[in-house]
């Protein structure tokens, strides 16, 4: 029984369809049947043998010419049909007989499924877009082929000349468009590496000090790590010189978020200026002012590599609206623009004025800031959202700490994450006519039960001074500020 040495390959080219390309090995034939104005007349070698040193050879078409060396290896073959499109788009099939592509077998089917398509197609331009089949076994057709004693015999130098040359010719331009490439990405691969090789020149300076003491931790009087290994930030639990530099070393820029809808406008003044004195200093920092008001936003003066962005949006009747709906906002700007332009997100309340350093030992995955009203509190007393209707509930026997609205932060796809999770949800509160006791508040606690902060920032980071002035608390970095509820709420 005669077997090739191995199975062999052929693609039907939708390119040229008069063509099919063998690989190495192949055997092909067209069936004498096929014999009309045109016929076709395969290329191939010996069974099993080469068919030459390319892998790929186009079956020719010999125009008016019958006959040919009757195969020996007819009654090993297989066939397939083959669709030649002339140039007036008019088809023609004939039968091809390939070495290895048993009747009924998958390779069988998809060759005749294959060869339906192609006439029902015209010539496509495409190389790519060659139909590839593998004739997978070689369990080979006995006796009565079609072929008979007057299949063509393969003919090895028809192949290169006619349509072959124009084969070549793409395949030179896929040979060119490789190399291209490969020159590209020689450059990229180059790029990166003199990029790596920056990176290795980094200088390491002289860094003094106090050393950290394990048997004398910084502060014994707070906790300063959760029980999943986050952070609490304190005042004397970092050091910002060492913070500072790994972050300028990463030239990361902070995009901060603050709405001044309506009347809140007059806030953004102090809130600017004192933010110029202690938020981020020495970093590059967006502020993304979202209001209804942009000819009211005031121009402050700003250090280098800090801009403000005023993002003009609707307002809403209800103060608590206003509030709730900066969940969307910020998921959409994320979305769209934030996600572009900063590598962090810090999002507060426009009430506020800083009063102290708030740098870069916030930035983490994901923060959350302790409510200065609860930091202290047991479980029972958090003013979660208690009533199970609301999607911002929160059981008895759950939640580590009730975090503040007003100021939370991390990454722009955690902020998105988080923003767009506690936008849903009150969505789907408003449509079941609920709303959270803390409104977005609620749902920013609900949310960190669930998907824990990676860092948290102690009350120092919004402290209001109503609460007095705990021992515990050795800066007030971000505070409150007093205002008439009834006088600037929903105006
Ligand atoms: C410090 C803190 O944790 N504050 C939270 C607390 O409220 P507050 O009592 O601090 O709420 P608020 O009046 O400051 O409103 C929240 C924020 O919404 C914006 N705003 C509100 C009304 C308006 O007319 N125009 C306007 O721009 C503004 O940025 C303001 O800072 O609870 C709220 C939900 O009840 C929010 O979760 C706040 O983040
Ligand atoms: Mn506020």
Request: proline fraction near 7%; glycine fraction near 8%; include cysteine.
């Amino acid at each position: 029984m005669l077997r090739p040495r191995r199975a062999p390959h052929f693609w039907v080219s939708q390119d040229r369809p008069a063509s099919v390309f063998l690989r190495k090995g192949a055997i092909a034939v067209t069936h004498p049947a096929a014999s009309g104005p045109d016929s076709y007349r395969g290329l191939g070698g010996a069974p099993g043998g080469r068919i030459g040193h390319r892998s790929c050879w186009p079956v020719r078409s010999l125009l008016g010419k019958p006959g040919g060396l009757p195969s020996p290896f007819a009654p090993e073959w297989d066939c397939v049909d083959l669709v030649r499109v002339s140039r007036t788009g008019r088809s023609q099939s004939t039968r091809l007989l390939l070495a290895s592509c048993p009747p009924h077998s998958p390779a069988r089917q998809q060759a005749v499924c294959a060869t339906a398509a192609l006439s029902g197609e015209p010539a496509a331009p495409s190389f790519s877009r060659m139909l590839r089949y593998r004739a997978g076994s070689n369990k080979l057709r006995n006796s009565s082929s079609p072929l008979g004693e007057s299949g063509y015999a393969i003919d090895k130098d028809q192949g290169k000349t006619g349509g072959v040359k124009g084969y070549l010719t793409k395949r030179r331009l896929y040979v060119v468009g490789c190399i291209t490439l490969l020159c590209f990405s020689f450059g990229f691969v180059c790029n990166h590496t003199c990029f790596l090789e920056d990176l290795l020149q980094v200088k390491l300076p002289r860094m003094i000090y106090t050393k950290p003491q394990i048997l004398k931790p910084s502060r014994s009087d707070v906790l300063t790590m959760t029980p999943w290994f986050a952070p609490i930030v304190w005042e004397g639990t970092y050091n910002s010189e060492i913070l500072n530099e790994q972050f300028r070393r990463r030239n990361v820029t902070v995009g901060l978020t603050v709405f001044a809808i309506k009347k809140y406008v007059v806030f953004l003044k102090k809130f600017l200026e004192t933010a110029e004195m202690y938020f981020m200093v020495g970093h590059r920092v967006n502020y993304y002012i979202f209001t209804d008001r942009p000819e009211e936003v005031p121009k402050v003066a700003l250090k280098e590599g800090r801009n403000v962005v005023v993002l003009q949006v609707q307002n809403y009747p209800r103060w608590q609206e206003i509030s709730m709906r900066r969940m969307e906002l910020i998921s959409n700007f994320s979305q769209q623009r934030f996600i572009n332009e900063v590598s962090y997100l810090v999002c507060v309340d426009v009430d506020m004025r800083f009063n102290d350093q708030v740098g870069v030992e916030i930035l983490s995955n994901l923060f959350g800031t302790l409510h200065p009203g609860f930091y202290a509190a047991e479980r029972q007393s958090f003013t979660y959202e208690r009533r199970p209707a609301s999607q911002a509930y929160v059981p008895s026997d759950e939640g580590d700490f009730y975090y503040a609205g007003g100021f939370f932060g991390g990454t722009v796809m955690e902020v998105y994450m988080l923003t767009k999770k506690c936008h849903e949800a009150m969505m789907v509160d408003k449509a079941n006519g609920i709303e959270a006791i803390w409104h977005d508040e609620s749902h920013l606690n609900k949310y960190f039960v669930y998907y824990k902060p990676t860092k948290i920032l102690s009350p120092e980071y919004l402290w209001d001074d109503n609460m007095g002035r705990p021992e515990i608390l050795k800066k007030r970095r971000f505070l409150a500020l007093p205002k008439n509820h009834a006088a600037i709420r929903n105006k």
